[in-house]
Nanobody, 127 residues
Framework: QVQLIESGGGLVQAGGSLRLSCAASGRTFSMYTMAWFRQAPGKEREFVAAISWTTISTTYADSVKGRFTISRDNAKNTVYLQINSLKPEDTGVYYC????????????????????WGQGTQVTVSS
């Protein structure tokens, strides 16, 4: 069973930065595309960013392009999300997730394509 544990959330002022981390258990971390999603109160969970298992490809939601950066360290079984220039609309619970198929050829952005999820970390941005 895979466990994903997020950390790094908090309360920040608009314009600030945070670095979220997601530590994964298991020995096959490097074979899976990893993604970050977020969910604001009263809204559906939405895609934020993903990084391929090859580390070559990344994909971002339009709303975060240029401000968020996803990366991974396979030696540490960890995926990161650097978030800069935070806006109040970035507030929500941030989840990391693992794609359901190892060595998948393309990056998918639907939550239905991910089968393991962390418990989430809260990000609150004050104006």
């Amino acid at each position: 069973q895979v466990q994903l544990i997020e950390s790094g959330g908090g309360l920040v002022q608009a314009g600030g930065s945070l670095r979220l981390s997601c530590a994964a258990s298991g020995r096959t971390f490097s074979m899976y595309t990893m993604a970050w999603f977020r969910q604001a109160p009263g809204k559906e969970r939405e895609f934020v960013a993903a990084i391929s298992w090859t580390t070559i490809s990344t994909t971002y939601a339009d709303s975060v392009k240029g401000r968020f950066t996803i990366s991974r360290d396979n030696a540490k079984n960890t995926v990161y999300l650097q978030i800069n220039s935070l806006k109040p609309e970035d507030t929500g619970v941030y989840y990391c997730a693992r794609h359901h198929t190892d060595r998948y050829y393309s990056i998918r952005i639907s939550p239905n394509d991910y089968d393991f999820w962390g418990q989430g970390t809260q990000v609150t941005v004050s104006s």
